[in-house]
């Protein structure tokens, strides 16, 4: 019945003057296909021809060491990397690579005439340095693996002939010159010699020692003998200072001979003073005056006294006499001495003038027997290091035969032509849709007598066919999309009012911003009531601003979203508490009154203030472009404001 009913529909359309409908052309027929296909295979054809098409290329290389090899117990020198590029340099001239073309066609080493210019030879040759070493590598490329390394092999030998010539040649030119340097020198060495000589015996320099010469060792004694009096003429006078000081302190001032007997004569009075005190002390001057033998006692004492003051008083004047005499001979001497300096000065100072010039010709003489020395050196160096053992090349390993080639890659190659060939096919279909698309509307056709609805009955393969004639093709997703229902400000107010703790959590969550699912998923580690954020987990991670009214409650510990085991609540548990919450509220309408619709209360009340749509995801988290689209509804005109200009606190919230 379903398919007669599509017919007498079909029919009908016909009987009203209505262009037949025609049946869409297989998927094979279409023209996207045929387009595709046939620049897909000319273009794989093209690119595949040129990969296969191109020649096997093959690589023979050899390795040269490019300065000579130290001795056994000396260490390696450094990599010497301008000499390196210098030999690149050199390996790659024209007159090396045409003398390699000249032995390759003459056929010396491989018995094979070979006809290659010097310009093919380039193409084929490289020279690569090796890093941190003084190894290059010598790289021959082409088709044909069999002459490679006669090329390498001929173009190491025109080098190592080359370099042999050259430096045969400079080693004579060197050796040459190195001889005419020493003879030159020797005979300055000896005009230098016999100048010095002279020298020496016009201005009498028996030594080169400056203080072994006669004039300046006289020189230095003087001034050691000036010293030495300087030292003399300040202990006499010191001497004969301290002997005034003596005399006027009233202290016996005698010579040394003269010491021990006025020792003897002092102590003599003193012993008489003593006896004399003692009888003086027992026995009254009449009794001593009558006594012979006492008597005689103080006659005694005046003798001795007289005698020692006389002594004192001559030796004073001897002593006083020597010390001046001693201090006149000293500054004499002193005096004499200076004399004698002060008229040699003037030829110590000649002297010296003369031995600087002596030290200049020896200074002279010197510098022209170490740079004789030093060229002597050069010359035995160049003569025995390198005479009969040049080059400075090693050869460490000859060209050889390639067994391999080392490219082209066939297989990536082609894998890279078939799917650029693929691209160049689709981008070709592209281009002829581009090109061919034309954009009209299509016609509207009323069917007299048939419901609009019956179209929705028709089979599969003739709704297609239908379409066109049917309906206008939809612009705008967003008439397609239900409309969002908003709940009244007072309505959410006064369900807020009658719910339960754990109830009142839910809604100013679902307020907020956070899907059911996302709330199940809010953790105590998410809550960061300090900074006051919310972290929410799942599809659409984000960090959520706590409102106030959102933030007392998270702190209550009577509200939390628990069992009486401590585990979260799930989603249906979520969904149960807040019917709950719209059954103790007594509305008529509790069906209406879900999480969905809470939560597009909120989106709408944030679309209302202006928020930019793409920046609704950082509140709400991701919704479809299609759901997106149709809060457009809701936008007010004018510019839209950015998120931080919003207010995210629900109206109904504020009373809490």
């Given at each position: 019945?379903?398919?007669?009913?599509?017919?007498?529909?079909v029919s009908t359309v016909h009987t009203h003057g209505l262009p037949p409908v025609h049946e869409p052309k297989p998927w094979y027929k279409s023209r996207r296909l045929i387009v595709f296909s046939v620049t897909?295979?000319?273009?794989a054809l093209l690119a595949l021809s040129y990969v296969f098409i191109r020649p096997a290329v093959y690589l023979s290389y050899a390795t040269l060491l490019t300065v000579a090899k130290t001795a056994i117990d000396l260490p390696s020198g450094d990599a010497d990397i301008q000499h390196v590029a210098i030999q690149k340099q050199i390996l790659l001239g024209s007159e090396l690579l045409a003398e390699t073309s000249v032995r390759l066609k003459s056929g010396i080493r491989s018995g094979v005439s070979i006809d290659m210019s010097s310009g093919d030879i380039r193409q084929m040759l490289d020279v690569r340095a090796v890093a941190e070493t003084n190894l290059v590598e010598m790289v021959a490329e082409g088709p044909d693996p069999e002459i490679l390394p006669v090329l390498i092999n001929t173009w190491i030998d025109v080098y190592l002939d080359a370099r042999a010539r050259e430096v045969s040649r400079l080693m004579g030119d060197t050796t040459q010159i190195l001889h005419t340097e020493l003879r030159n020198l020797s005979a300055k060495i000896s005009a230098k010699r016999t100048e010095l000589e002279q020298f020496r015996r016009n201005n009498d320099i028996s030594s080169i020692e400056r203080e072994e010469n006669d004039a300046l060792a006289r020189l230095k004694g003087l001034n050691e003998s000036l010293n030495t009096a300087s030292k003399e003429e300040v202990k006499a006078k010191a001497r004969l200072d301290a002997i005034n000081t003596a005399i006027v302190r009233g202290q016996a001032v005698v010579p040394q001979e003269d010491t021990r007997t006025l020792s003897l004569l002092e102590s003599r009075a003193q012993a008489l003073r003593e006896e004399l005190n003692d009888l003086n002390r027992r026995y009254t001057q009449e009794f001593l005056n009558l006594s012979p033998t006492l008597r005689v006692i103080p006659e005694q004492l005046a003798l001795l006294e007289d005698e020692i003051k006389r002594m004192r008083q001559q030796g004073q004047t001897v002593v006083r006499s020597d010390a001046e005499q001693?201090?006149?001979?000293a500054q004499q001497a002193a005096r004499e001495i200076r004399r004698q300096l002060d008229a040699h000065k003037e030829k110590a100072s000649e002297f010296s003038s003369r031995f600087a010039e002596?030290?200049?010709?020896r200074n002279d003489l010197e510098g022209l027997e170490s740079l004789h020395r030093e060229t002597q050196e050069r010359l035995f160096q160049i003569e025995a290091r390198y005479s009969g053992k040049y080059p400075q090349v090693d050869i460490i390993e000859r060209a050889f035969f390639p067994g391999s080639p080392v490219g082209p890659n066939y297989s990536r190659d082609a894998l890279i032509a078939v799917a650029g060939s693929i691209?160049?096919?689709?981008?070709?279909?592209w281009l002829s849709?581009?090109?061919?698309?034309?954009?009209?509307?299509?016609?509207?056709a009323n069917f007299p007598g048939i419901p609009p609805y019956v179209q929705d009955f028709l089979p599969t393969a003739h709704s297609s066919a239908l379409s066109p004639v049917n309906?206008?093709?939809?612009?705008?997703?967003?008439?397609?999309?239900?409309l969002r229902r908003e709940l009244p400000v007072e309505q959410i107010g006064a369900l807020f009012s009658n719910a339960g703790n754990r109830e009142r959590l839910l809604i100013a969550l679902l307020l907020s911003g956070p899907s059911l699912e996302e709330i199940a998923a809010i953790n105590k580690d998410d809550i960061d009531?300090?900074?006051?954020?919310?972290?929410?987990?799942?599809?659409?991670?984000?960090?959520?601003?706590?409102?106030?009214p959102l933030q007392s409650l998270l702190t209550n510990p009577a509200c939390q979203l628990v069992n009486p085991s401590g585990k979260s609540l799930s989603v249906e548990d979520l969904g149960a508490l807040l019917a709950c919450a719209v059954s103790d509220a007594g509305f008529s309408d509790a069906d209406a009154i879900t999480a969905d619709t809470l939560r597009q209360t909120y989106i709408i009340y944030l679309v209302k203030q202006g928020i930019r749509l793409a920046e609704l995801e950082i509140i709400i988290g991701y919704l479809p472009p299609t759901e997106l689209s149709a809060y457009s509804i809701y936008t007010p005109s004018g510019q839209k404001r950015a998120f931080k200009d919003i207010n995210l606190l629900y109206p109904g919230l504020l009373d809490i």
């Open positions: 019945m379903f398919n007669q009913s599509s017919r007498e529909i897909f295979m000319i273009c001693e201090y006149a001979a002596h030290e200049a010709l691209l160049f096919g689709l981008f070709c279909v849709e581009f090109l061919t698309r034309k954009e009209q509307p299509e016609p509207t309906t206008l093709p939809h612009q705008n997703p967003v008439l397609d999309s239900p009531t300090v900074n006051g954020k919310l972290l929410i987990h799942g599809i659409s991670p984000r960090t959520i601003p706590l409102n106030p």
